[in-house]
């Protein structure tokens, strides 16, 4: 199967597809899953910068996530998208294998410490509250009472995705759980 989005990358178009199969196998992964998120994040663009909280790059790193990671938000938006597919692999590599679907590894990207939390949990953590959360993801607000479940969220992302993929089967793959 062809790599969803792919004729949206507009530079190092071959490069690039190459790199996303090598990390998605690295990973355990089916790369269509990291295609969706980054295309649902940035567009697939690798410079594009947030100018409400600073995310940045294709997965839309946030200051402290580039820091951790032993970067910055600034050198990650000067890097071409290939290069920057070497962090959305650092990112995502202490969980390799562990993904069950795309929606995990998506939950992985947005709120980290959501993974494994059940459908009623409301995102948020310690320093950054549950209205801040849902005031810089309003799409995600569904019932729009300044928080966000995470059965909330599944049912958000489900409704995003589905207006930009209109092939059930690459929906179904993404939500469904490897066994």
């Known amino acids: 199967m062809p790599l969803i989005f792919i004729n949206k990358v507009t530079v190092n178009r071959s490069a690039f597809a190459a790199k ?26 690798s410079n594009i910068v947030n100018p409400d909280g600073g995310a940045t790059g294709l997965i839309q790193f946030m200051p402290g996530t580039a820091r951790s990671l032993g970067t910055t938000t600034a ?16 990112y995502f590599k202490p969980k390799a294998g562990q993904f069950k679907s795309g929606e995990d590894l998506y939950l992985f990207t947005f709120f ?19 209205q801040t959360v849902a ?8 019932n729009k009472d300044g928080k966000i479940t995470i059965g909330e969220w599944k049912h ?3 409704l995003h995705l589905s207006k930009w993929i209109k092939d059930k089967s690459i929906l179904d793959m993404f939500f469904e759980k490897k066994k």
Not at 21 to 31: A, C, E, F, K
Not at 112 to 130: E, N, R, T, Y
């Open 135 to 142: 005031k810089h993801n309003v799409s995600l607000d569904l």
């Open 156 to 158: 958000a992302l489900r």
């Open 20 to 45: 996303v199969i090598q990390i998605s196998n690295l990973l355990g992964i089916d790369p269509n899953w990291l295609m969706i998120i980054m295309n649902f994040e940035s567009g697939l663009r």
């Open 75 to 90: 050198a990650l938006a000067a890097m071409s998208n290939v290069e920057q597919l070497n962090w959305v692999y650092k």
């Open 112 to 130: 980290m410490i959501a993974v494994g939390k059940p459908d009623d949990w409301v995102i948020q953590a310690k320093g950054l509250s549950a």
